[in-house]
């Protein structure tokens, strides 16, 4: 949803319900949206041309930030193919309602790939490797939920480390919703050229057995529009794919997103009420971070 920056300050003044997450009506403070329209500019952060794909739809553009930080060889092979044209032209040839649409596949039917060799798994990483994991909570599913720069990511608990013979505590993505990974075969090494999007929540099934690698930061309105099957009917093709330095200036998108490591996030979460006084996360998939498009905040 967007809505000009004039219009939310007047709105949340109204305490009319804008953002996904409305304040709940017996707290005291300031709304989600008040909180986003008097964020100090440091609190927002721009996107790195060089780690930003911009995938055409045939119902949009989607924005997608890259993560070299936790899959460096994914998404480095990502760009290798995006630099090449690839996958340009090519089909989402398998879509599930609530799960994913697949990609990247030049015969279309889920057994090819390019002609590089597979990719090492990446899955999670310890956590002395990770620096800005922001711990938000806990939720149903694991001890620590955060973020890493507005990714969402899931955590075990430091205090396992002297417990395991390899002392090491896994960071791991979390498939959410606007999620981009990795699709293989069964061989965890065998990833390729193909990936998947997600359109629904699939934690159980993925996390910690695919590489996630990026995520939708703006434009997921856009794959709401890909054809659903397996395989799709009309199917829905990628019709171009560049990474952000190689798009003209002029026609790169103007996207700010909120720090998730900023008082001003922890205060919107607050707000939101997403996260309770116990630091129970109700549910991270249902949490969006917050961006300004052309000074347009979404939420």
């Known amino acids: ?23 709940d009506k017996d707290k005291v403070g300031p709304t989600p949206a008040e909180i986003l329209v008097n964020a100090p500019d440091d609190a927002w952060r721009p996107l790195d041309p060089e780690n930003t794909l911009y995938m055409n739809l045939p119902a949009g553009m989607v924005v997608i930030e890259l993560r070299p930080d936790f899959a460096p060889g994914h998404t480095q092979r990502i760009k290798e193919l ?30 090819g790939g390019s002609d590089k060799p597979n990719l090492q798994a990446e899955f999670f ?15 149903r599913m694991a001890p620590r939920i955060g973020y890493i720069d507005g990714m969402p990511f899931a ?28 699709a293989r075969a069964g061989d965890p090494n065998s990833a390729n050229s193909q990936f998947f ?15 996630a690698w990026g995520w ?10 890909i054809e659903r099957g397996e395989p799709p009917k009309r199917p829905t093709p990628m019709i171009r794919i560049r990474v952000g330095t190689d798009v003209p200036e002029k026609e790169r998108a103007s996207i700010m997103i909120l720090r998730t490591a900023s008082e001003t996030f922890k205060e919107y979460l607050k707000a939101t009420g997403e996260v ?4 129970y996360v109700r549910e991270i998939c249902n ?6 498009v052309d000074g347009v905040i979404e939420g």
Not at 1 to 23: D, E, H, N, Q, T
Not at 126 to 139: A, C, L, P, Q, T
Not at 157 to 175: G, I, Q, Y
Request: charged share 30%; proline share 5%.
């Open 125 to 139: 990483r310890d956590s002395k490797e990770v620096d800005d994991f922001v711990e938000i909570g806990r939720d």
């Open 287 to 292: 949490i969006r971070v917050p961006i300004k």
């Open 82 to 111: 995006a630099r090449e044209g690839f996958y340009d032209g090519l089909y989402f040839h398998r879509v599930i309602e609530g799960f994913m649409a697949q990609g990247g596949d030049p015969k279309g039917d889920g057994t």
């Open 155 to 182: 955590a075990q608990p430091e205090a396992l480390r002297t417990f395991k013979t390899d002392r090491s505590v896994a960071v791991w993505p979390v498939h959410c919703p606007g999620v981009m990974s990795m």
């Open 276 to 279: 309770d006084e116990t630091g």
């Open 216 to 225: 939708i930061v703006d434009g997921f309105e856009a794959t709401r529009r």
């Open 1 to 23: 949803m967007r809505i000009l920056v004039s219009i939310v300050a007047a709105a949340a003044l109204l305490g009319a319900p804008i953002f996904a997450f409305a304040k």
């Open 197 to 211: 999007l997600m359109i629904g929540d699939s934690r159980v099934n993925l996390d910690r057995r695919y590489t």
